[in-house]
């Protein structure tokens, strides 16, 4: 089993609502929001507030291959979120809620840079798809507050407003890769 699961680490915007879509999908074995690809060594979460770490507030996943492919799962991630914003989800704005995918395996940023450049001749998304492609550096798990978050706060105004309403879009979207409940 250990031999199949794999990790990709993807920001999104804010972690809370890439974590709340991702804990969704079947074969999705772990979900752990964190910092990635910045200087500041072990940040905290008022520290990447600031806006001035260079990291991304990301989640780092760990799927069963077997299950899901990493195609899928970028798949997803590229239609939960606006990859084509520089540095921005809706009101969330600065470098922290780029658009990113970060890996671990070369193999893995082989297929997101393909599956970017396939999307951008496409014109898909209908603008630039702004999401960078790069190996993972400095990662760091973020505070236990954060994790789980919309699982513990449904009803906490963000969540409720922004959260809940990008849930229903996946479920909608990709019910087939919904985990059973």
């Not at 929001?33 to 990291?55: F, L, M, R, W």
Request: glycine content about 8%; proline content about 4%; charged content about 25%.
């Amino acid at each position: 089993m250990a031999d199949k699961l794999q990790t990709i680490t993807l920001g999104g915007g804010c972690f809370w609502c890439t974590e709340a879509v991702f804990d969704r999908v079947r074969g999705i074995t772990d979900v752990e929001s964190g910092y990635t690809n910045g200087q500041t060594i072990q940040p905290t979460y008022e520290q990447i507030c600031q806006g001035d770490t260079g990291h991304a507030e990301v989640v780092r996943l760990t799927f069963d291959a077997d299950e899901i492919s990493l195609e899928e799962i970028l798949e997803i991630f590229f239609h939960t979120h606006d990859p084509t914003t520089l540095n921005r989800q809706g009101n969330d704005v600065g470098t922290q809620y780029r658009s990113g995918i970060y890996y671990e395996d070369p193999a893995h940023g082989e297929l997101a840079d393909a599956m970017v450049r396939q999307m951008s001749q496409d014109k898909l998304f209908g603008a630039p798809i702004t999401t960078e492609v790069k190996p993972l550096a400095n990662y760091s798990t973020a505070e236990d507050y954060h994790q789980d978050y919309f699982a513990k706060h449904p009803g906490q105004g963000y969540c409720a407003m922004v959260v809940g309403p990008k849930v229903d879009k996946f479920r909608k979207t990709f019910r087939k890769y919904l985990k059973e409940d």
